[in-house]
């Protein structure tokens, strides 16, 4: 079972916020909980490079009676860091919401994910349909495919990236607080200073001089574990939960994803018109967190409405 850390913090709207650990063969997952223990649970996952502060203006937004579960992916917040010579991939995120469903004995949930966090969601929707009532994708597609003839560079890209980092690793930098805030925000233009600031709560730590950025340096390298379309397609298939997904306008739309219409489409085909949504709002791609008013009241609604997915329907795509 789960172990409690002793430190409880308040969300920036007054709620007060549960601070978790769930013990795992490297180190711990940090994770932190909103809403009644005995509330319908909501699994929320951040994107890359960012951590599970992700949530803070948004969860406070959306229906009460849940609870709402946001964990630092490993690397990332709290989290401790993967073993020496570990790479980060989606496969092994998804192993790791598996230990935290496990830990906590939610036998269904709902799944909220942003971005990457968007995509290791719905990974884990499809391997583990029966787990998954509900899936919110926000800023995302659902899956990140490559084109085949483009795997091996990638791979062989990645694998020797890892030698590089562990022949030539070095302490983390020290920056002073505005500073370490002005490199987030140079980093991802989509951040506003206060969701900057909001982030680097969870994800720094203070030491003399300054502050060192919590997350790992193995992040920044090539991801290894890669799908095509095709075989996104026949993964989507499998997920039977009831599907939401929104794009900001001036989000992912703009960045370079290869066949996002075919991965849309695929899920229209899949689940049918009634049981995926697909909703626009104003904004960036991190407009969950910059303004949450425009993406509460679609989320909320969803999530309070009845699940669609059967043990028939489970059945059929297992």
């Known amino acids: 079972m789960f172990q409690l850390a002793r430190r409880l913090s308040i969300s920036s709207m007054g709620q007060k916020v549960t601070e978790l650990r769930f013990p795992v063969p490297w180190g ?53 860091h993967r073993s020496p010579g570990a790479h980060y991939s989606f496969p092994a995120y998804v192993n790791d919401v598996l230990r935290v469903a496990k830990a906590l004995e939610w036998k269904t949930f709902s799944i909220l994910g942003h971005s990457m966090g968007g995509n290791v969601a719905c990974l884990f929707s499809a391997l583990f349909p029966e787990m ?56 991802n233009s989509s951040l506003c200073e206060e969701s900057a600031l909001i982030l680097l709560q969870r994800g720094s730590t203070e030491v003399p001089g300054g502050l060192v950025f919590n997350r790992d340096f193995r992040l920044n390298l090539t991801n290894i574990a890669r799908v095509t379309l095709e075989q996104s397609l026949q993964l989507q298939k499998r997920i039977t939960a009831s599907v939401l997904i929104v794009l900001a306008d001036e989000g992912i739309r703009k960045m370079a994803i290869l066949n996002p219409d075919k991965l849309l489409q695929g899920f229209r085909d899949s689940l049918g018109e009634s049981h995926f949504r697909l909703e626009s709002v104003p904004g960036n791609h991190h407009v969950h967190l910059n303004q949450p008013e425009k993406v509460s009241p679609i989320v909320g609604r969803f999530l309070s409405s009845p699940a669609w997915s059967s043990s028939i329907d489970s059945a059929a795509k297992l």
């Not at 699994?43 to 960012?50: I, N, Q, R, T, V």
């Not at 992916?73 to 709290?78: E, I, K, N, R």
């Not at 791979?155 to 022949?167: D, F």
């Open 132 to 187: 998954v009532d509900k899936l919110v994708i926000l800023d995302a597609y659902g899956f990140l495919p490559t084109e085949a003839d483009e795997i091996p560079r990638l791979v062989r890209k990645g694998m020797e990236e890892m030698l590089g980092y562990e022949s030539e690793a070095r302490p983390g930098k020290v920056y002073p607080p505005e500073e370490a805030c002005q490199r987030l925000l140079s980093a």
């Open 28 to 80: 711990h997952i940090a994770a932190k909980s909103w809403g009644p223990r005995e509330g319908r649970p909501v699994l929320c996952l951040h994107g890359w490079l960012d951590n599970a502060n992700s949530f803070d203006r948004l969860i406070p937004l959306l229906p009460q009676e849940c609870q709402y579960l946001a964990m630092d992916f490993p690397g990332h917040g709290l989290s401790s």
